[in-house]
């Protein structure tokens, strides 16, 4: 009914990039800005990635200029390209709805070695 399905983690060298996608049900997809978080081991969640349903995306610092996020409508599909990875980046991802707090999913692992 209404889930969230992180995928495309993994292990990745410094420097190395990885794309995460989150297939969302429609209820959590539509008319909402949607977002990508993080949780290191010994952290509290963190915003990596907002974009609005029109498209307009928004970082923190942290990932500015490293990250992209976008969105593809019709699938109801969050996407996240990670680019110049650092070990800092290294955390469990997930993908909710920005205003509204959905049940967590699963999440997917990214692993930045150096």
């Known amino acids: 009914q209404e889930q969230l399905v992180e995928s495309g983690g993994g292990l990745v060298q410094a420097g190395g990039s990885l794309r995460l996608s989150c297939i969302a049900s429609g209820t959590i997809f539509s008319g909402n800005s949607m977002a990508w978080y993080r949780q290191a081991p010994g952290k509290q969640r963190e915003l990596v990635a907002a974009i609005t349903g029109g498209g307009s995306a928004h970082y923190p610092d942290s990932v500015k200029g490293r990250f992209t996020i976008s969105r593809d409508n019709g699938k109801n599909t969050l996407y996240l390209q990670m680019d110049s990875l650092k070990p800092e980046d290294t955390a469990v991802y997930y993908c909710?709805?920005?205003?509204?707090?959905?049940?967590w999913g699963q999440g997917t692992q990214v692993t930045v070695s150096s």
């Open positions: 909710n709805a920005y205003y509204i707090k959905y049940d």
